[in-house]
């Protein structure tokens, strides 16, 4: 009987994991980038322990990437970036989408922000997460604008009338950066991504137009990439770790969530910032939403 009363017990707990809000409906997460890579490379540690549980989430790419190429270009790449991001979002166990909108020239233009405002309607997000407005590419700065001029209107039932307002707004989140003005990034929650640090450059790889040669190009690092598509992933793995090494604010927000003990063995985290628009969750409410954070 003892057995039979945890097996509930068990069961429930899995259920609550899954369908932890209040209204007893499971979480939706949808994140928000410029480009084919960017929800990606920023989120797609904490996207991967969410698929995991089961919950649905979702990376929508703002441009279509036609322009991150040093040979190739227009359709023909948008169209190659399209097959890159369906792939990768198979490997993250997300729904991946790309608009239509041209990489390098992205505006805030209402006809976006409309474009932005029917995704996270459509998606019934609970958690949006996008870049912060301070970043060096225009496109960045301006997804960040697109997404905070949607973050009241979601709600708004006259604004973009054909498709249903949110209930509710959700909560705004901000991927980590490291831009210093005027404010720097705050690491309000801390997602230890070191389990899955191996499925995350895995699926990342599957961006080979930009992983193994637009990168590189730009960067001035072509030269090292090998040639065969067992060696690149190694190769990537080193190349991009450092991008989720952990800095001293990092490891102070994981101790906060996860206690001291589980923060020193962490080696790779993906942190977010909470945005001053939208829902504002308390503690509570945040280890519901991200039920991966330790207690
Ligand atoms: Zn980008």
């Given at each position: 009987?003892?057995?039979f009363?945890?097996?509930?017990?068990?069961?429930?707990?899995?259920?609550?994991?899954?369908?932890?809000q209040?209204?007893?409906?499971?979480?939706?997460?949808?994140?928000?980038?410029?480009?084919?890579?960017?929800?990606?490379?920023?989120?797609?540690?904490?996207?991967?322990?969410?698929?995991?549980?089961?919950?649905?989430?979702?990376?929508?790419?703002?441009?279509?990437?036609?322009?991150?190429?040093?040979?190739?270009?227009?359709?023909?790449?948008?169209?190659?970036?399209?097959?890159?991001?369906?792939?990768?979002?198979?490997?993250?166990?997300?729904?991946?989408?790309v608009?239509?909108?041209?990489?390098?020239?992205?505006?805030?233009?209402?006809?976006?922000?409309?474009?932005?405002?029917?995704?996270?309607?459509?998606?019934?997000?609970?958690?949006?997460?996008?870049?912060?407005?301070?970043?060096?590419?225009?496109?960045?700065?301006?997804?960040?604008?697109?997404v905070?001029?949607?973050?009241?209107?979601?709600?708004?039932?006259?604004?973009?009338?054909d498709?249903s307002?949110?209930?509710?707004?959700?909560?705004?989140?901000?991927?980590?950066?490291?831009?210093?003005?005027?404010?720097?990034?705050?690491?309000?929650i801390?997602?230890?991504?070191?389990?899955?640090?191996?499925?995350?450059?895995?699926?990342?790889?599957?961006h080979?137009?930009?992983?193994?040669?637009?990168?590189?190009w730009?960067?001035?690092?072509?030269?090292?990439?090998?040639?065969?598509?067992?060696?690149?992933?190694?190769?990537?793995s080193?190349?991009?770790?450092?991008?989720?090494?952990?800095?001293?604010?990092?490891?102070?927000?994981?101790?906060?969530?996860?206690?001291?003990?589980?923060?020193?063995?962490?080696?790779?985290?993906?942190?977010?910032?909470?945005?001053?628009?939208?829902?504002?969750?308390?503690?509570?409410?945040?280890?519901?939403?991200?039920?991966?954070?330790?207690?």
């Open positions: 009987m003892r057995k009363v945890s097996v509930i017990i068990i069961f429930l707990f899995s259920v609550l994991t899954v369908f932890s209040d209204n007893g409906q499971p979480v939706r997460i949808i994140m928000i980038g410029a480009h084919p890579d960017d929800c990606d490379l920023d989120g797609g540690g904490t996207a991967l322990l969410f698929a995991s549980m089961g919950y649905a989430v979702k990376f929508v790419s703002v441009t279509n990437g036609d322009a991150g190429h040093q040979s190739e270009g227009g359709g023909a790449l948008a169209k190659r970036r399209m097959a890159e991001a369906k792939e990768a979002g198979k490997r993250f166990g997300v729904e991946y989408v608009l239509d909108n041209h990489d390098g020239e992205l505006t805030p233009s209402l006809e976006i922000r409309h474009q932005i405002i029917r995704e996270i309607r459509n998606w019934h997000a609970d958690v949006v997460i996008a870049p912060r407005p301070n970043d060096y590419h225009p496109d960045h700065r301006y997804t960040a604008v697109l905070q001029d949607a973050a009241y209107l979601v709600a708004v039932p006259n604004v973009a009338p498709t307002p949110l209930q509710k707004n959700p909560v705004f989140l901000y991927f980590q950066d490291n831009f210093q003005r005027p404010n720097p990034f705050r690491p309000d801390a997602v230890d991504i070191t389990e899955v640090f191996d499925k995350k450059v895995n699926a990342i790889s599957a080979q137009s930009q992983m193994f040669e637009w990168l590189p730009i960067g001035g690092y072509a030269a090292e990439v090998p040639a065969s598509s067992s060696d690149r992933v190694a190769w990537l080193k190349r991009v770790s450092s991008l989720w090494t952990i800095n001293p604010e990092v490891e102070k927000s994981l101790e906060k969530w996860y206690g001291k003990e589980h923060a020193s063995k962490a080696k790779f985290a993906e942190a977010f910032e909470i945005c001053e628009y939208g829902s504002r969750p308390d503690e509570n409410k945040i280890r519901l939403l991200f039920p991966m954070l330790g207690k």
